[in-house]
């Protein structure tokens, strides 16, 4: 799923003193059809209306709010087949590209349909590949999709694995009116089995941008790595190593600046195995002239650690640590966001390494694998539902840097959450309205939660907004499963009484 703004604003270069405005909460009605259990995804704002996926035991539907979140329609996608792998949506002004594969019998089929602002197919779905598989005892997802950042270039991708060392890619690029623009066959060596693909992005320009990492034996850490480029039209790869030095590397985070044809590689390192999180690294890849701009370690100094320990010792203080999100910045730094988690159970310690490559998150903050953004639904029956373990979601370190990758500021965005066997209402969503970036989470308030508003103002100073209005009691918010739809709106789900709703927010 792929978000419907822009998060790379002028968010540095804007004045700090923000008025405060009050915010307007619009709840939907709930409807005795979808349950909790329900999959969902928002899908945004199209032409005035408010469109929303939903599925259920091969059920699909697309609701049409009004700006008042009342229901105007509930349109029933009966061309789609029992069994639906996998959906994708590129939400326009004007319409929606639904990206869809299902298997029948031995194959999996990728198509594209458009849907209009009232959730009507009047053209006929585009098939955009076949693929015959081994066996068709069990769905296969096959297909992946990536949307340039201006949705004017849209991937549909598969990769094959002939033999162990070597990946046969077969790419689709198409504009924004699906019409083709290239399609391409290419190979990629894995010269063994400790290598991994990930992070595969779109320009704007249609390059294909991912990196091909390796681990360690054990699979905990990173240790060498490559930026790999292919161009729209070119039917080859470029591959830019990266130098870890003698670093050792986990989770690699991807952020591409379309205005600077760059791309930015983040990752927390350790000088040891088993050891403490020392600091950032940093590298920065201009993807237009094909060379790096800067390769860089940033460590963090004791008064950082000391501000982000929590309940843990200096030197440990960002072990608990994941790196959440990437902001481009006018002056052609970024912010890079980190939210504490860690499990607690009484039979099985806590690791960091267990969620480096299957986190507890499922598609929305796990790393990519060959097939990247398997799911945004939710769905807490798929991956949340583990017996006596404890979540733990606590502070958000916001941490700001140059064009150059210096450490320029920081600051916490503080909470502390918790929840047993599920984590659906932790975590947060994060808000980009131009002015300053908003944290929305829930607070433990006399045993129910309470929905709280956070700013971060430019320049770092964190300020904890009034409480939001119209907090309805009897709703139980999901922030993290939050979507913005434009500028100073989100959409954000909600339970009642067992089923599932929606709430809009006006900032």
């Given at each position: 799923m792929h978000t419907l703004y822009r998060l790379s604003l002028f968010f540095l270069l804007l004045m700090a003193g923000t008025a405060v405005s009050a915010q307007k909460i619009t709840y939907s009605e709930p409807d005795r059809d979808d349950y909790k259990s329900t999959e969902f995804?928002?899908?945004?704002?199209?032409?005035?209306?408010?469109?929303?996926?939903?599925?259920?035991?091969?059920?699909?539907?697309?609701?049409?709010?009004?700006?008042?979140?009342?229901?105007?329609?509930?349109?029933?996608?009966?061309?789609?087949?029992?069994?639906?792998?996998?959906?994708?949506?590129?939400?326009?002004?004007?319409?929606?590209?639904?990206?869809?594969?299902?298997?029948?019998?031995?194959?999996?089929?990728?198509?594209?349909?458009?849907?209009?602002?009232?959730?009507?197919?009047?053209?006929?779905?585009?098939?955009?590949?076949?693929?015959?598989?081994?066996?068709?005892?069990?769905?296969?997802?096959?297909?992946?999709?990536?949307?340039?950042?201006?949705?004017?270039?849209?991937?549909v991708y598969k990769i094959n694995q002939d033999n162990e060392s070597n990946n046969v890619f077969y790419t689709f690029l198409y504009d924004s009116a699906v019409s083709l623009v290239n399609n391409s066959r290419l190979s990629l060596p894995m010269q063994s089995r400790k290598q991994f693909l990930s992070n595969f992005n779109l320009s704007n320009a249609g390059d294909f941008i991912f990196n091909k990492l390796e681990r360690t034996s054990n699979k905990d850490y990173v240790v060498s790595g490559s930026m790999i480029v292919k161009r729209p039209l070119i039917d080859s790869f470029e591959l830019s190593p990266m130098t870890f030095k003698s670093q050792l590397i986990d989770e690699v985070k991807m952020k591409l600046d379309n205005a600077r044809n760059t791309a930015l590689v983040t990752a927390f390192y350790y000088k040891q195995k088993r050891g403490n999180v020392d600091g950032l690294y940093l590298y920065k890849y201009n993807y237009g002239t094909h060379t790096p701009v800067y390769e860089k370690s940033q460590p963090f100094s004791e008064e950082l650690k000391a501000n982000a320990r929590g309940e843990s010792s200096t030197n440990a203080a960002f072990n608990d640590y994941f790196i959440r999100k990437i902001i481009n910045t006018a002056n052609g730094g970024f912010l890079l966001t980190a939210e504490s988690f860690s499990t607690s159970s009484r039979y099985q310690p806590w690791n960091r390494w267990n969620y480096m490559y299957g986190s507890p998150y499922g598609g929305m903050y796990s790393p990519y694998y060959y097939s990247p953004y398997s799911s945004?639904?939710?769905?807490?029956?798929?991956w949340n539902n583990s017996q006596g373990l404890r979540y733990h979601y606590d502070n958000v370190a916001v941490l700001s840097f140059d064009d150059e990758g210096n450490m320029q500021w920081n600051n916490f965005v503080h909470k502390s959450q918790y929840d047993d066997n599920a984590d659906l209402y932790l975590s947060y969503l994060?808000?980009?309205?131009?002015?300053?970036?908003?944290?929305?989470?829930?607070?433990?308030?006399?045993?129910?939660?309470?929905?709280?508003?956070?700013?971060?103002?430019?320049?770092?100073?964190?300020?904890?907004?009034p409480t939001l209005r119209n907090l309805d009691k009897g709703f139980t918010w999901m922030p993290r499963y939050g979507k913005q739809i434009s500028g100073r709106t989100v959409v954000v789900p909600c339970i009642y009484r067992n089923y599932i709703c929606f709430a809009k927010i006006d900032f």
């Open positions: 995804e928002i899908i945004g704002r199209v032409a005035g209306n408010i469109l929303v996926y939903k599925a259920d035991k091969g059920d699909y539907v697309v609701s049409v709010y009004d700006n008042s979140m009342t229901m105007i329609d509930r349109v029933k996608l009966d061309f789609l087949p029992r069994k639906v792998i996998s959906m994708d949506f590129v939400a326009y002004p004007n319409k929606v590209l639904m990206f869809y594969q299902f298997q029948r019998k031995d194959a999996v089929f990728s198509f594209c349909a458009t849907m209009t602002p009232d959730a009507k197919f009047y053209d006929a779905p585009i098939m955009i590949d076949s693929t015959r598989i081994g066996s068709y005892t069990k769905e296969n997802k096959v297909y992946s999709l990536e949307v340039s950042e201006d949705k004017n270039r849209i991937m945004m639904y939710y769905n807490p029956y798929n994060m808000v980009n309205v131009g002015s300053e970036l908003r944290f929305l989470f829930n607070e433990l308030d006399r045993r129910n939660y309470m929905l709280t508003d956070v700013s971060l103002a430019p320049g770092g100073k964190v300020n904890r907004m």
